[in-house]
């Protein structure tokens, strides 16, 4: 097959996914880089890839820390995903989604439904929503774009409110849906999301092909460019993202950089956010249920690890795919944004008798892949304050414009964390006051009076009026 003319060097890729372990020497001198926050080019990620000895692992774990805390210190950001249905015209063979899986209950939420969803995580405490459409006429945009509306207008408040000075509802939606053409990114810009995501899956061509035998998703090159149709139709914040598993993970890896390096190249700015998903078990799916190229917990810290080196102003996030073990070290190496209490399956986050006599050995019937995380939001939060890090629900920067070029500028050097700290534990205080157990409450206040203290003065400042005003029941504060 002859590769398609795009903006990346197939043969480059494929050379550097062969590279050699790097020398002490230069593999010190990749890692000065990272410290300064500089980034790596792809051959220098694909150097550390190419790492297999302990000693010098351990070395690439704690520069990708190091770089971690100089961006985000310990803020975590959390969210929720919304699926609205689970019909697909495309046949991914690693996907439960896939049109040819005839065990699957398909469904399709109605706007009513939608609003029930979004509900029930408000009553959770979730801010920020993931809302994942299938590309199917089923949920077409314009459905899209009414279930967007649909979410942000719904309004919760608690048994008891008490002088909360306003209900809660949902503040930013990112969005999780198949490719557009510029004037339908320019609608989607409309409608007020904050991230548009979608992944590449694989960047390689012959792979991508074998992968995607039938449907829209088959065209590999719209779906790369599917970017830069974004970013021309206005949509300011991007989030990238590769399935480990589907092929040689070194490769992956390096093209999502070079992707990240066109976007930065062409517009000026690069992706706010870089996911790490690995192919999880879903029924139906031949790719799913044997993994071509399974990555290892070992190998899958490095690709965290290298992503935060060589992207140190990108968001990471991590699906509720990984069990919490993982996860919570992952955190360590760089992960950013983690996903709480999710259920992959359209209308999951109400249980009722019917989905639960429905879900199979793997999971909730009509799931997009098993989960190996099950915690509640409240028990991932008390898991993060034992681990020292702040569960933020902050969306400041889309509200403030801090987007596009705009966030880079501050990300890059470290200057978000002026914002990104403050923010993030005022949110934290809504959500200990609205939401949380007694128990969890008083952990979460001794942490968030601890993190005053590495806060700018200026911060410091804010935060005293800005935690009084939430303790006496002002809500949504932000910088």
């Given at each position: 097959?002859?590769?398609?003319?795009?903006?990346?060097?197939?043969?480059?890729l494929?050379?550097?996914?062969?590279?050699e372990?790097?020398?002490?020497?230069?593999?010190?001198?990749?890692?000065?880089?990272?410290?300064?926050?500089?980034?790596?080019?792809a051959?220098?990620?694909?150097?550390l890839?190419?790492?297999?000895?302990?000693?010098?692992?351990?070395?690439?774990?704690?520069?990708?820390?190091?770089?971690?805390?100089?961006?985000?210190?310990?803020?975590?950001?959390?969210?929720?995903?919304?699926?609205?249905?689970?019909?697909?015209?495309?046949?991914?063979?690693?996907?439960?989604?896939?049109?040819?899986?005839k065990?699957?209950?398909?469904?399709?939420?109605?706007?009513?439904?939608?609003?029930?969803?979004?509900?029930?995580?408000?009553?959770?405490?979730?801010?920020?929503?993931?809302?994942?459409?299938?590309?199917?006429?089923?949920?077409?945009l314009?459905y899209?774009?009414?279930?967007?509306?649909?979410?942000?207008?719904?309004r919760?408040?608690?048994?008891?409110?008490?002088?909360?000075?306003?209900?809660?509802?949902?503040?930013?939606?990112?969005?999780?849906?198949?490719?557009?053409?510029?004037?339908?990114?320019?609608?989607?810009?409309?409608?007020?999301?904050?991230?548009y995501?979608?992944?590449?899956?694989?960047?390689?061509?012959?792979?991508?092909?074998?992968?995607?035998?039938?449907?829209?998703?088959?065209?590999?090159?719209?779906?790369?460019?599917?970017?830069?149709?974004?970013?021309?139709?206005?949509?300011?914040?991007?989030?990238?993202?590769?399935l480990?598993?589907?092929?040689d993970?070194?490769?992956?890896?390096?093209?999502?950089?070079?992707?990240?390096?066109?976007?930065?190249?062409?517009?000026?700015?690069?992706?706010?956010?870089?996911?790490?998903?690995?192919?999880?078990?879903?029924?139906?799916?031949?790719?799913?249920?044997?993994?071509?190229?399974?990555?290892?917990?070992?190998?899958?810290?490095?690709?965290?690890?290298?992503?935060?080196?060589a992207?140190?102003?990108?968001?990471?996030?991590?699906?509720?795919?990984?069990?919490a073990?993982l996860?919570?070290?992952?955190?360590?190496?760089?992960?950013?944004?983690?996903?709480?209490?999710?259920?992959?399956?359209?209308?999951?986050?109400?249980?009722?008798?019917q989905?639960?006599?429905?879900?199979?050995?793997?999971g909730?019937?009509?799931?997009?892949?098993?989960?190996?995380?099950?915690?509640?939001?409240?028990?991932?939060?008390?898991d993060?304050?034992?681990?020292g890090?702040?569960?933020?629900?902050c969306?400041?920067?889309?509200?403030?414009?801090?987007?596009?070029?705009?966030?880079m500028?501050?990300?890059?050097?470290?200057?978000?964390?002026?914002?990104?700290?403050?923010?993030?534990?005022?949110?934290?205080?809504?959500?200990?006051?609205?939401?949380?157990?007694?128990?969890?409450?008083?952990?979460?206040?001794?942490?968030?009076?601890?993190?005053?203290?590495?806060?700018?003065?200026?911060?410091?400042q804010?935060?005293?009026?800005?935690?009084?005003?939430?303790?006496?029941?002002?809500?949504?504060?932000?910088?």
């Amino acid at each position: 097959m002859n590769h398609p003319q795009t903006f990346l060097d197939y043969g480059k890729l494929r050379e550097l996914s062969l590279v050699e372990s790097p020398s002490e020497a230069e593999l010190e001198r990749i890692l000065q880089k990272g410290r300064a926050l500089l980034g790596l080019s792809a051959e220098e990620a694909s150097s550390l890839a190419a790492v297999q000895d302990p000693v010098q692992e351990a070395k690439i774990f704690q520069v990708a820390g190091e770089v971690k805390e100089a961006i985000y210190g310990k803020r975590v950001v959390l969210f929720a995903p919304l699926y609205t249905g689970n019909y697909c015209v495309n046949n991914c063979v690693y996907c439960g989604f896939r049109r040819d899986n005839k065990s699957l209950p398909r469904v399709v939420l109605s706007q009513e439904e939608i609003a029930r969803q979004t509900q029930i995580l408000l009553s959770q405490g979730h801010k920020r929503l993931l809302l994942i459409c299938g590309e199917s006429p089923r949920q077409s945009l314009s459905y899209t774009l009414q279930a967007i509306e649909t979410c942000y207008a719904q309004r919760y408040r608690l048994p008891a409110d008490g002088n909360r000075s306003e209900p809660a509802r949902v503040r930013r939606i990112n969005v999780e849906l198949a490719p557009l053409d510029v004037e339908g990114f320019r609608a989607l810009k409309k409608a007020q999301i904050g991230t548009y995501v979608c992944f590449q899956e694989t960047y390689d061509p012959e792979l991508y092909e074998r992968a995607h035998p039938s449907g829209p998703k088959a065209d590999y090159r719209y779906r790369l460019y599917v970017m830069d149709r974004a970013m021309e139709g206005g949509c300011d914040d991007i989030g990238l993202g590769a399935l480990f598993g589907l092929g040689d993970w070194r490769y992956e890896l390096v093209a999502l950089i070079e992707h990240a390096r066109h976007l930065e190249k062409t517009f000026g700015w690069g992706p706010h956010t870089v996911s790490v998903p690995r192919i999880e078990h879903a029924p139906g799916a031949p790719w799913a249920e044997v993994v071509p190229h399974p990555v290892s917990d070992e190998d899958f810290k490095k690709i965290v690890a290298i992503l935060r080196i060589a992207l140190p102003y990108v968001g990471i996030i991590l699906s509720t795919r990984e069990r919490a073990e993982l996860r919570r070290e992952l955190l360590a190496y760089g992960v950013s944004q983690i996903s709480a209490g999710s259920r992959t399956d359209p209308g999951g986050y109400e249980e009722t008798p019917q989905r639960k006599s429905a879900a199979g050995t793997h999971g909730a019937a009509g799931a997009q892949f098993a989960l190996g995380d099950t915690r509640t939001l409240e028990e991932v939060i008390f898991d993060l304050i034992d681990d020292g890090y702040v569960p933020s629900f902050c969306t400041g920067c889309y509200r403030r414009g801090r987007t596009g070029s705009d966030f880079m500028d501050l990300a890059k050097p470290g200057l978000i964390r002026e914002f990104c700290l403050p923010n993030g534990l005022v949110s934290f205080a809504e959500y200990l006051y609205d939401y949380a157990s007694p128990h969890t409450r008083e952990k979460g206040l001794a942490l968030i009076e601890k993190m005053q203290a590495e806060a700018t003065p200026q911060g410091q400042q804010y935060l005293r009026d800005a935690l009084s005003k939430t303790a006496a029941g002002v809500r949504d504060l932000y910088l």
